[in-house]
Structure formats: structure tokens, C-alpha cells
């Protein structure tokens, strides 16, 4: 979401938005929690982990989750289960960013 809003902010002040890029730059001002530099951080550490993929680190860093249960809902589509101690980790990396 960070990169998007950069994205459409720079836009915006090249020229006119359209009326879908104009709803989706509300949108990410609402609720992006992190600039689009600490978020490709995030997801760098979060991919030296080694069992978090881009997809993942990416929804991880786009939600910001503050809760082992919304670690959790992440990764629920993936086939293997994560661990407390990885979701503590995951954890401990995102409050970094806060």
C-alpha cells in the first residue's frame, strides 16, 4: 500500500488523477501505516526469516499486525502451520516498524 500511495501522490502533483486513482490514493492515506521505505524494510527482514514468502511479507507489512491471531490469519492459506515462536517473531520484527 505505501508504494502505491507514493505512486499516485507523485502523480498527482504531475497532473490529474482519475476518478479510481483519486478513490484508491484516499484509500491508502486512510490506511497505509507505514511509508513505503520502512515497509520494503520490513519485508526484506521478514524474508530473512526464511519461512515468511514475499507474498506474505508484503500482506504483513501492508496490515501491520499487532495480534498472533492476525499473523495467523496470513499465513492460514498456506499449507504448513506456524509456530508460536515464529508468529512471536513476526511480531517482533512489525512493532519494530510501528
Given at each position: 500500500m505505501s508504494?502505491?500511495?507514493?505512486i499516485l501522490t507523485e502523480r498527482q502533483e504531475e497532473?490529474?488523477?482519475?476518478a479510481e486513482q483519486k478513490l484508491a490514493l484516499e484509500h491508502v492515506q486512510k490506511f497505509s501505516r507505514?511509508?513505503?521505505?520502512?515497509?520494503k524494510k520490513l519485508v526484506?527482514?521478514?524474508l530473512e526469516l526464511g519461512f515468511v514468502?514475499?507474498?506474505n511479507a508484503v500482506k504483513i507489512a501492508d496490515?501491520?499486525?499487532?495480534?498472533?491471531?492476525?499473523v495467523r490469519l496470513i499465513f492460514s492459506k498456506e499449507r504448513a502451520s506456524v509456530d508460536k515462536k515464529d508468529i512471536e517473531k513476526v511480531l517482533s520484527i512489525v512493532e519494530k516498524y510501528l
Open positions: 508504494e502505491v500511495k507514493d497532473g490529474e488523477l482519475t507505514t511509508d513505503s521505505k520502512k515497509a526484506k527482514e521478514l514468502s514475499e507474498i496490515l501491520m499486525p499487532a495480534a498472533a491471531d492476525d
